[in-house]
T-cell receptor
């Protein structure tokens, strides 16, 4: 089955700097790669996703890149703000199978 | 359009009791997924259901755990004879037929076993 590795597990950045979180996956059949943000005590919320027919997708300050050959994808957050502090999870699936999640990255944005 | 609704939000049980967690998917969604999250850990897949059918239960323990999604009413995750190790947040998510796999999560049910 699919296995998703995520790193780093924790990340601290100064407000205004960029943050990058990386994930690798094992199943070459996976074609859907979402990212979720989870604040303390809250539900995971989908913030951006990418499908295997594109290499990059951007939405304001967040972007995701996908390298299918290397089987890795990354989340980029620019101009970080304190409200970006949360745990971020990457995930992968074949699109019609359950998502397999990484273990999460705790991002702290220091004002 | 109401999101995924889960109840109860918090549940306390003593060892050996039963826990029942309910999930109503978003309107128009027919796919339901249950995930378990331990403190400071990721989301572990448990079971995937469509109306009246279990599609994938590969992540669910074989004993004490069961799930259903009846034709009418919410999906239910049932844990019998709870043990302390069952203490966790249980999240339900739903997706539509047209975008299966794009999951929207509920607020979770936090189970504490004393």
């Amino acid at each position: 089955g699919e296995n998703v590795e995520q790193h780093p597990s924790t990340l601290s950045v100064q407000e205004g700097d960029s943050a990058v979180i990386k994930c690798t996956y094992s199943d070459s059949a996976s074609n859907y790669f979402p990212w979720y943000k989870q604040e303390l005590g809250k539900r995971p919320q989908l913030i951006i996703d990418i499908r295997s027919n594109v290499g990059e997708k951007k939405d304001q300050r967040i972007a995701v890149t996908l390298n299918k050959t290397a089987k890795h994808f990354s989340l980029h957050i620019t101009e970080t703000q304190p409200e970006d502090s949360a745990v971020y999870f990457c995930a992968a699936s074949e699109g019609n199978t359950p998502l397999v999640f990484g273990k999460g990255t705790r991002l702290s944005v220091i004002a | 359009n109401a999101g995924v609704m889960q109840n109860p939000r918090h549940l306390v049980r003593r060892r050996g009791q039963e826990a029942r967690l309910r999930c109503s998917p978003m309107k128009g969604h027919s796919h339901v997924y249950w995930y378990r999250q331990l403190p400071e850990e990721g989301l572990k897949f448990m079971v995937y259901l469509q109306k009246e059918n279990i599609i994938d239960e590969s992540g669910m323990p074989k004993e004490r755990f069961s799930a259903e999604f009846p034709k009418e009413g919410p999906s239910i995750l049932r844990i019998q004879q709870v043990v302390r190790g069952d203490s966790a947040a249980y999240f339900c998510a739903s997706s539509s037929d047209s975008r299966a796999g794009e999951l929207f999560f509920g607020e979770g049910s936090r189970l504490t076993v004393l």
